[in-house]
């Protein structure tokens, strides 16, 4: 069995010092995904090392935003930054590859991705719709290229209905819009792909990883589901269990997004050389 956990930890310095290492100890993960890490590479690295996991970090060029991360508990075999052959997003901190192999030989490739919020009819809306469209074109090569793989993070878009507490309000919002859940649609429908959270949940309304910081939205549950597992078809089959490892109240969050975790019966990963 793998456990594999996924969060926007905003700020990982912060996220550290408020209490993350109490729930990496108590979940206890074979790998975790972060993103808006807002550490250059070498602080990351560093301010993990005495988890006892292994950091691979993609920091952003500019200072102090995005970034994103794979810890694990073995050395990865490779590790690839960035999306698309232009280049526009290799310095962006907003995607990281990275294989591993199982004990039964097979190549898992885990992504941790952080796709950005947007904002209706700017250029930051330009950009998001840029990424997403990358994404379309490489999440088929990582199914040719790995015998698993699951592309995990902060997309930052809710699906369906059931994703949004308060949808009808956000309609016309970056989050909520419809030219973004139609790549959803095309990623779960035309790619194939699977979105392990909603399998294993169900026709629910959330289960909500991220609530605004501000006014009663955490303790009213008034969420989004922005945070996702999305896995080949074989690799979704083996997922058993999945949780969303929400604070149990609004003083003792340490992000804004609560943990998505996710076990697969998969064999443990091989231990580097």
């Known amino acids: 069995m793998i456990r594999i956990a996924t969060v ?23 790998f975790i995904t972060l ?34 991360a794979v810890m694990a508990r073995t050395q990865p075999v490779e590790v690839r930054t960035g999306i698309g052959a ?22 898992l490739t ?3 991705a952080y796709v950005h919020s947007g904002e209706a009819g700017t250029p930051k809306q330009e950009d998001k719709y840029r990424f997403l469209d990358l994404m379309t074109v490489r999440m088929p090569e990582l199914a040719a290229h790995a015998d698993h793989a699951l592309v995990t993070g902060d997309l930052n878009v809710c699906h369906t209905e059931r994703d949004l507490k308060n949808w009808k309000a956000n309609r016309k919002k970056a989050g909520f819009l419809p030219e973004e859940r139609a ?15 909603r399998k294993l949940s169900g026709d629910v309304d959330g289960p909500y990883t991220w609530w605004s910081m501000r006014g009663q939205a955490f303790d ?26 929400k604070a149990p ?22 231990q580097a050389q």
């Open 35 to 68: 993103q808006e890490v807002r550490a250059a590479d070498d602080i990351a690295v560093k301010l993990l090392e005495e988890s006892g996991y292994t950091t691979t970090s993609h920091d952003a060029e500019a200072k102090g935003r995005a970034g994103v």
């Open 249 to 270: 109240s609004w003083d003792t969050r340490w992000s804004d997004h609560a943990p998505l975790v996710i076990d697969y019966e998969l064999p443990a990963p091989q």
């Open 86 to 107: 232009d280049g526009y997003f290799d310095r962006a901190g907003r995607w990281v590859e990275t294989d591993y192999r199982l004990g039964d030989g097979s190549l």
């Open 220 to 245: 009213n549950d008034t969420g989004w589901r922005i945070d996702y597992h999305m896995a080949t078809p074989g690799l979704a089959e083996t997922a058993v269990r999945a949780t969303v490892d």
């Open 8 to 30: 926007n930890v905003n700020g990982i310095r912060a996220a550290w010092r408020k209490g993350m290492p109490t729930w990496l100890e108590n979940s206890n993960p074979d």
């Open 183 to 197: 790549y959803f649609d095309g990623f779960f429908s035309d790619l194939g792909w699977v979105d392990v959270h």
């Open 110 to 112: 885990l992504v941790s």
